[in-house]
């Protein structure tokens, strides 16, 4: 694998080259409170006039990328002729990541492909990718070659594993179930891992981009996947979740109740709810079965609504 220090990158501010569009993010506020009112605050000037090209395709990479977009960088996105097959699974959701990024299909392998790839990075501030390091250097894409062509641009890499298995394969599910966090046959709910590490990538894109404000240094850093289930499992190695954790059946007021109709979910950690949790129910100690069965007293919506009113951490299982 490329070998490359982390951390060094410089804010480039430069025009794209003539015939090189790049896509304008949409607008997008944030309220914040302060006194007196509030405050409303436009994300995308966080990150305006910086330009970001793409090669990640699947997941990570692009939730990544949609999230940099939002904060105001422009963003273009290299998809192989045949496109990113989440346009095809998930055509919805493919469109909602990919509507601040300017999508454009090349062939990186011919000559006309990479010429373009060229022209794009060399205006960009940083590349995103999340090919294996032995595929960028077939395209003469690893962190040696693009920092003595762009001296100016950062690299992020996004793999499944680090060094000495940074060629290994793995997809969501693997890494998951690699590290302890899936029951079989039962399949996971959302991918966890896919958009812990895009979190990931954003994170350290981010700290490139200040260093380079503030030092003027290009950098190249790689992000892993199988590294983010680890963090993920890290409440389950400690026992906090595993059987009979606190968060997994040891503590009556954080878990799930049958209702009447439905489950509802309570989560009254922390000790004012518990207590207010308790005064509501006219209970004197947290027991399991007095809970069980007042919760069988009501509907899951009515538990819901009734959380709501009283400010308490109960809700509905959808």
Known sequence: MTNCELNKVQLGLQLPSPGVKWHKPFRILVEVAGVGGTLVVET???????KIVSLALNVPGPVAAARLAQMGAEVVKIEP????????????????????QQVIKLNLKSADGQDHLDKLLANADLLLTSFRPSALKKLDLDWESLHARYPRLCFVGMIGY???????????????????????????????VDLSAAEHAVSTALALLNKFARKGEADCTWVSLHECARELAAPYRAGLTSGGGMLNGGYPL???????????????????????????????????????RIFLERSAAAWDSWAIERGLPLVAVR
């Open 162 to 192: 680090l060094p000495p298995e940074e060629e290994r394969t793995g997809h969501d599910l693997t890494y998951q179930a690699d590290l302890g966090l899936l029951r079989p046959p039962e399949m996971p709910l959302s991918l966890f």
């Open 44 to 50: 995308n000037t966080f990150l305006q006039g910086v």
């Open 81 to 100: 002729p045949a496109g990113d097959a989440l346009s095809q699974i998930a055509p919805d959701w493919y469109q909602s990541i990919h509507e601040r």
């Open 254 to 292: 954080y878990g799930f109740y049958k209702a009447s109709d439905g489950w509802i979910a309570v989560a009254a950690l922390e000790q004012r709810f518990a207590d207010r949790l308790l005064l509501e129910l006219n209970l004197k100690h947290a027991v399991r079965s007095e809970l069980e």
